[in-house]
């Protein structure tokens, strides 16, 4: 005799019911919450509106009781000549600076891209300059563009008479040694996005019969743009704000040759003991960098639509 | 409508949010840098002085520990290992916060401006008294040392070099002379600005350092050999306010020319009188014609180290800058130097601009008797003395004449001339500048304008612009 056990249904689902949250920390629930927004608070907006404050003030070491002054310290500033030297020299560093390093890391990343024995040992050496503080870059550039004990003359057979850091071979040598830092930065960003390409598109070109530099052209840069695009915002906005390794090489000389906006803040704040005057410059600086990075990140958007199709 | 339906970022709204955010928080940093903080305008606490009562006893702070913010330097070096019998002679403890000289001053004027009390006693040069002392950030010690309850009878203050002496002490008065008003800091050590030159090379040649500054411009050409990257003199020219106060200042005082001068209770610069475009023209034409090629980048190490290398055959700056170079193992030029006063001027001067480190007392500090026990032995006899005759480094120019006439002199066997030159110039040896608030902003135009003569602009014109611009700036101030 076979017996069948009767089919087991299924127990119903005990329905347990949440424990109730005790009231203390149902009380510190908001608290624990807002903990990141004041962290923002505190950490961020509070500095930044301090320093944007004493933008209105008189407060310099000298002056023992401050007190506001309105847009004052922002008209002394903007009719100052060594103010607008500092815009064209910080304009002219950051276009020259992020065009060469982009135009030199994209050949790079395509250089690389090619996976050789040479190609990966590259590779690691590339971060090598990334890895030394810029501060401490300028130090090595300085004593390799000294004319007297410099390695560069000697190897370039220019003598001890060839400056580097002179009037007006200065801010072309700053920019090269900014070059060095940071070329592979983009290098590295534009490598990995050529690695993150699908392959297809290639593969029928190729089948198709298209040249290296069509396929280039035609597919790897308008897929590639936005990646470009990233490593020019973030080269470009570094380089607005650019400061150690041109103030270690030249601290703004010779005469106003390499003065950037921060090294005109710093000096005002931190060697005159102006704080107003150099928040004023500070202040000034954010909004040249908010604009530029809006504007810039807009452009990325478009590109980014571009590239997925989205948008003519 | 839920919250999430009012806004719902995407990949891209994210991208912008922090390309955005990223670019406020860089910025914000350095803003809230450039501010620092409120203790700049606040009250000083008290002297503290007066408190100090009975007789004098070194052990009268026993048990407290002192922080001392000092930067590397001969005279710190040869100090440091005193600093045990300091504690076991007043029973005080000090810790020593070192910061390169290159960024010494940035983290003083942080320090000071902030406060927060955080250092006792700091090194300090001349200049920075009438930066620091305005606000209130330095304490006088004129008060420690009348009194004879905080002040050991022997201690002898007027043993410290007059220039000296006078050159830490001011009023904060425009158009006030230095000596007048608080005593804000002690003279520790300094050096005065000569030339020191490669008497082997110039033995060699059977010639001798120039008497007049155009005898000193004509052998600096002669010196010159850019083939062989030899040349004739070194001295500072980089974007700073420290190119100006050594040979410069020094030269330029010597020829007659000034900074400013007193018009009622305003300051007039005049560093564009016809015998300072004169004498400015002539330094400049000095740098292109005998410099270091890259003269407008060069701080006192690339001087000294040029010197030391055998590359530059004269340097016009700090005795104690060039001293080391003649300890032997300590450049391939060592025991070749000698020292000369420099070029006197038409009317045979020999007036000279100084440097001082001294150590000063931070109004903020609460041990401000330790703090002054401190000071007062550092800059006493017996510790300098024997740190002339320990420092590794050496220990140019101790700031007593007693030191100097005993143990000091007994070191300057191998260093031919110096002892001379110091002799000569010593007793007009002092600070050339006139006191005034304004003095780093004003003095690293100097520097600025000296560049863009050096790069080619013609020397008056430049000299108005600055003069016109610096005395704006210093009345601005007072």
Known sequence: MTTTAPPRTPAPAVQREPRPVPAWRRGLRPYVLSIPAVLIIVGILYPFVLGAYYAFLNYAAVVRRPVFIGLQNFAEILSDPAFWTSVRVTLHYAVVATVVETVLGIGIALLLNRSTLVGRVFERVLILPLMIAPVIAGVIWGLMFNPQYGVLNYVLGLGSTFDWLGESTAIWSVILVDVWIYTPFVAILVLAGIRSLPKEPFEASAVDGASWFYMFRRLMLPMMWPYILVAVIFRFMDCLKIFDHVFVLTAGGPGDATRTLQIGAYQNSIIQLQYSQGSTYMFLLWVIVFVTARYLVSVLGKAQRRAAGSEE | ?478
């Open chain 2, 1 to 478: 409508m839920t919250r999430r339906e009012l806004w719902t970022p995407n990949r891209r709204d994210l991208l912008r949010m922090f390309g955005v955010g990223g670019a406020a928080v860089g910025a914000s940093s350095l803003l809230a840098a450039c501010g620092l903080g409120t203790g700049g305008g606040g009250p000083a606490t008290d002297n503290g002085a007066a408190e100090v009562t009975g007789g004098f006893d070194w052990r009268k702070a026993e048990g407290t520990e002192i922080s001392v913010l000092q930067t590397p330097h001969p005279y710190q070096v040869a100090f440091q290992p005193l600093l045990a019998e300091f504690t076991e002679l007043t029973g005080i403890t000090v810790k020593a916060d070192l910061v390169a000289e290159a960024d010494y001053f940035t983290r003083l004027n942080t320090e000071l401006a902030s406060g927060a009390g955080n250092y006792d006693a700091f090194m300090t040069g001349a200049y920075f008294i009438w930066t620091y002392g305005p606000p209130g950030w330095m304490e006088d010690l004129k008060p420690w040392l009348q009194n004879s309850s905080a002040t050991n009878p022997d201690y002898d203050f007027e043993d410290i070099y007059e220039g000296l002496r006078r050159s830490t002490s001011w009023d904060f008065q425009v158009g006030s002379p230095l000596g007048t008003g608080g005593q804000w800091a002690i003279p520790w050590g300094f050096e005065t600005n000569v030339l020191c030159y490669n008497k082997t090379e110039f033995d060699r040649r059977g010639i001798r350092p120039a008497e007049t500054f155009d005898d000193l411009m004509q052998l600096a050409t002669d010196l010159t050999d850019r083939a062989n990257n030899k040349y004739g003199i070194a001295f500072r020219g980089s974007r700073s306010w420290a190119t100006i106060h050594p040979g410069f200042m020094t030269q330029f005082t010597r020829e007659g020319c000034k900074d400013y001068e007193k018009q009622g209770d305003q300051l007039q610069a005049t560093m564009n009188s016809p015998e300072a475009v004169d004498f400015t023209r002539k330094w400049v034409e000095l740098a292109r014609s005998a410099g270091p090629t890259s003269w407008t980048n060069y701080e006192y190490p690339d001087c000294t180290g040029d010197l030391g290398a055998g590359t530059a055959m004269m340097v016009y700056d700090a005795d104690s800058a060039t001293y080391p170079q003649n300890i032997a193992g300590n450049s391939a030029q060592a025991g070749n130097l000698a020292w000369h006063p420099g070029p006197a001027g038409p009317d045979g001067n020999y007036g000279t601009n100084l440097w001082t480190w001294s150590l000063a007392m931070n109004s903020a500090s609460e041990k401000k008797l330790a703090a002054w026990l401190f000071i007062q032995w550092a800059t006493g006899k017996e510790a300098q003395t024997k740190a002339v005759q320990t420092g590794q480094a050496g220990f140019a120019d101790p700031t007593r004449k007693s030191v100097f006439d005993g143990a000091f002199k007994q070191t300057l066997g191998n260093f031919p001339g110096y002892q001379e030159t110091f002799e000569k110039v010593i007793g007009s040896t002092d600070i050339k500048f006139t006191p005034q608030t304004q003095f780093f902003e004003t003095t690293e135009e100097w520097a600025v304008a000296l560049q863009d003569i050096y790069a080619g602009q013609d020397a008056k014109t430049r000299l108005d612009a600055l003069a016109a611009a610096n005395t704006t700036a210093v009345n601005r101030a007072s």
